[in-house]
């Protein structure tokens, strides 16, 4: 955990991530600086959360313009990228541009990598349409030959090496890299307002790698990740990555659970392939709603009856809220799992049960179980099986994961939210079912 974000999509600002040990000779990974290149930022998200470098330092900002990725924009204020040269003091991209100068610009910084998803397959000579020139899916960008006096300023010679370790990996001849100079100092009006061109312009190595829009996400991160490693590689830096570096170990790495922790622990959310809508869910009143998440590309954005959450250019689940008052009078509660010792946990986390859970009385409070009763009892002291418990009331549509809830009970007041856990049930292979009429 540790992503804050705003409510409003339009305030949402940009995550740095700080990986490996502070040095003079840190690589800058840049993702979804325009916010409809889903190759882009799904693939530094990973670098940030799934890779631990060993050896070196890299610095990375995975969402740059985030508040175009969750409205699947290009750049609901103009493109991002045509701003390095000049922007406006108005401009509300001003302050997302800056500090992504700042951090450019830094002693520390010596090769910047911005990543990009690009139309078609560039090719140096005409094939077909989606072959040609004027293409840029798959290829490596580079200003210009070379930048002297500089740590790794043989930007072509470098480019070259990382071309060819891609290719080695490539799912498909169509998807062979290649290097494309845009010899942006010669004149590329557009190129000379870009990011990488502006740290050209500073002294610092900077590329660009681009992957096709005709490839699925998951396989476009796959080449933004082969890139990356092989930057960082000539850079020294060594790290490890905690899935399979292959198209389907890539997707199960964008697709793993998402963790969302509300109002310092007191509501919490594993969504793995969650339902569209979670319902009933404890706000408080007047008070602004607070969250992490475990994935900088994670936000939950305010609507007019509740709150979307949002996974880069997907809206994962709708949050419709019932409010409460909130008490903090306890954060931890007994929990008798599948008939073994009472053991303690904290709200605010998540249980693996086989088949039935019993949560333990406390005066006061008040146990719901949602997906259990349908009154509103205190349901603490009740072994709960999961054939008991109606699977449309899971947070998940695998009928799997389910929300405890407890409340603090009072004569004449209004019960108050205390916090929750989630219980997760083994799935129904885990059972054995007897054909009876086979006896």
Known sequence: MGFLNALLAEDLEYSFIKKGYDD???????????????????????????????????????????????????????????????????????????????????????????????????????????????????????????????????????????????????????????????????????MLKSLTYFAIKKGKAAFANETSKSLPSHERAYYHLLAIEEYLKVAGIEFERNFDLTPRGVKNAIEKEIEIVLFDNKFFLSLDHPRARIGYVPIPKNIALEYNASNPLTALVKDKDGYSVHYGNRVLTKLVPEYFKYSSSINKVGVEIDGNETREISLGSKINVENSVKIIKQDGIRVNFIGYGSQPIDESSISIHKKNIKRNYSIDKKGKTFRVELYEQKDGEQDKFIGMFLVEFASLEAFTFVDVAGL
Do not use: C
């Open 24 to 190: 003079n000779n840190t690589v800058l990974v840049i993702g979804g600086i325009q916010g409809d290149e889903p190759g882009g930022f799904l693939a530094a998200s990973l670098l940030a959360t799934d890779y631990n470098i060993t050896k070196g330092s890299v610095w990375v900002v995975p969402n740059l313009n985030f508040a175009s990725i969750i409205k699947r924009d290009r750049g609901i204020y103009g493109d991002m990228n045509r701003k390095f040269d000049y922007i406006s003091s108005n401009d509300p991209d001003l302050k997302s541009v800056q500090g992504i100068k700042d951090l450019i610009v830094d002693q520390n910084v010596s090769l910047i990598l911005n990543l990009h998803d690009g139309s078609g397959f560039y090719r140096p000579t005409y094939i077909n349409d989606m072959e040609n020139p004027r293409r840029w899916g798959n290829s490596s960008i580079i200003d210009q030959v070379s930048l002297d006096g500089v740590p790794y300023g043989n930007l072509e010679e470098i480019a070259s090496r990382v071309v060819s370790k891609i290719n080695e990996k490539a799912l498909k001849d169509q998807h062979k890299y290649y290097i494309r100079n845009t010899q942006t100092a010669k004149g590329d009006k557009e």
